[in-house]
């Protein structure tokens, strides 16, 4: 029956076009410049659909067209050496990738040069005025900063108008802006808790759903309907209800038929941003929005996710992974055939996952005395060597759980598969191999008592 649900769009590029400023068939081209280093092949991803649209062995002087026919940004990649870089992709125009020592990618473009600027200097003011932002006197008081942020980013655009086209300054300007709003949507709905009608989020009147840019980053204007629905509901009624909200609110059948795919996407895979819509939310309700769905001209960006969703439900047979443990020995899902297997899915560069290993090991141990259960530690780090050296600095102490490492698994089948969009994320598998519950909550007596209900004969 779900199968049937999945609307076969084969090759519907021109829905990528829809919506954003077009351009001519002109094509883009890529040259590589790189002192004497080795990146292994270097990926380019549209930014709209995280597809790859180009892939290439990184060599000196390479060059190569594509075409995009649509103003949009993407990603450059180098996967061995855990590199990313934000570029403008705009028709016509060439890019030039220069690779340095470290292995660290830039291009010849200023537009290129302040999109970056944009993403990262958010965090470094996060961190610089963390004292005020995270203890402040009063709300209103973040609003003042940021704004004063906002405008001193403008400024240096503006600074740099006579060498960026009006595309990149219109698409730089929504940038500026949206990445500070997707601060304060953080801070005001997750970390502060704030009810919708509170005037911390009165800011979310000046956001333009109508605007083509928001294609670049739309979770703002999703997190603005949240907040004008429950201005006027109090409550969220269902998911459907939702979904008509956003179409109500959007004068653009195109960008309303775009929020409502991105929204069921944000669903599937980022849970822990829309708690309100979670508790609504199971596989019946995703298949019955998927079927309301089935014409919507930006089905295509659901089909992966909600694929994975369902696969990743109760009961569904879990998929047979390869893992490598700290010896290099090589290890199967199935070897635990006739066990439940609890997974702890983690990477090394991740914070929450550091906070709740200690907890994750000491329920191994609670467990020790149980034949009929194992505990993976699975790393999902990009590079085994970020792995293995949490292990060097890192001394714990014994517990029985395996450690065990899928290399950039995020990325891969085990990441499909199992649905893994964010870490740490915990997954219990039973003695046939089927799935019991891929979203567990975290360590804690909560998880120990729903796993010995588990492990108790019926």
């Not at 200097?121 to 008081?141: A, C, H, R, W």
């Not at 595309?167 to 601060?183: D, G, K, P, T």
């Not at 819509?277 to 995703?286: E, G, M, P, T």
Request: with cysteine; glycine share 4%.
């Amino acid at each position: 029956m779900r199968q049937n649900i999945y609307y076969q769009l084969s090759f519907l590029v021109i829905a990528l076009f829809i919506g954003l400023p077009m351009a001519t068939g002109q094509p883009l081209s890529l040259q590589v410049k790189l002192v004497d280093v080795s990146i292994g092949p270097l990926t380019l991803e549209e930014g709209l659909t995280t597809r790859s649209v180009l892939e290439i062995e990184a060599k000196e002087g390479l060059a190569t067209n594509f075409k995009l026919g649509y103003y949009s940004t993407g990603v450059l990649r180098s996967k061995k050496a855990d590199k990313s870089y934000l570029v403008c992709l705009t028709p016509g125009r060439q890019i030039e990738v220069n690779i340095a020592a470290d292995s660290s990618l830039t291009t010849n473009h200023i537009a290129d040069s302040l999109l970056n600027y944009l993403w990262k200097s958010n965090n470094n003011f996060i961190v610089e005025n963390g004292s005020t932002i995270f203890n402040p006197q009063k709300l209103s008081d973040i609003l003042v900063l940021f704004e004063g942020f906002q405008q001193e980013r403008a400024a240096l655009i503006e600074s740099h108008a006579d060498r960026l086209t009006a595309e990149e300054q219109a698409l730089l300007a929504y940038q500026n802006e949206a990445r500070i709003y997707s601060f304060l949507f953080y801070f005001g709905r997750l970390v502060q808790n704030l009810p919708a009608d509170d005037a911390f989020f009165d800011f979310v009147e000046a956001i333009d759903p109508e605007n083509p840019w928001t294609k670049t980053l739309p979770h703002n204007v999703l997190y603005q309907f949240e907040v004008q629905y429950l201005r006027q509901q109090d409550s969220l009624q269902s998911i459907s209800s939702f979904i008509d909200f956003i179409q109500r609110s959007t004068k653009s059948k195109d960008q309303a038929a775009f929020y409502q795919a991105i929204y069921l996407k944000e669903l599937i895979e980022s849970p822990s941003y829309w708690a309100k819509h979670v508790q609504l939310f199971n596989a019946d309700v995703l298949e019955a929005a998927l079927a309301a769905q089935a014409s919507n001209p930006y089905y295509y960006l659901l089909e992966k996710s909600s694929t994975n969703y369902f696969q990743s439900q109760k009961g569904e047979e879990a998929f047979d992974f390869t893992a490598f443990d700290r010896q290099g020995n090589e290890v199967k899902l199935s070897d635990f055939a006739g066990k439940f297997v609890f997974i702890d899915n983690w990477a090394s560069w991740c914070g929450p996952c550091l906070r709740h290993r200690p907890s994750v090991l000491e329920l191994s141990r609670q467990f020790a005395d149980q034949t009929d259960i194992v505990f993976l530690m699975v790393s999902l780090d990009s590079r085994g060597q970020d792995w293995k050296r949490y292990f060097s600095r890192n001394l714990e102490d014994s517990a029985p759980a395996t450690d065990l490492l899928i290399e950039n698994g995020m990325q891969g089948d085990y990441g499909d598969r199992y649905n893994i969009h964010f870490i740490p994320k915990y997954v219990l598998i039973d003695p046939d191999g089927k799935i019991v519950d891929a979203n567990l909550p975290e360590p804690g007596p909560g998880l120990e008592r729903l796993l010995r209900q588990h492990l108790t004969p019926k």
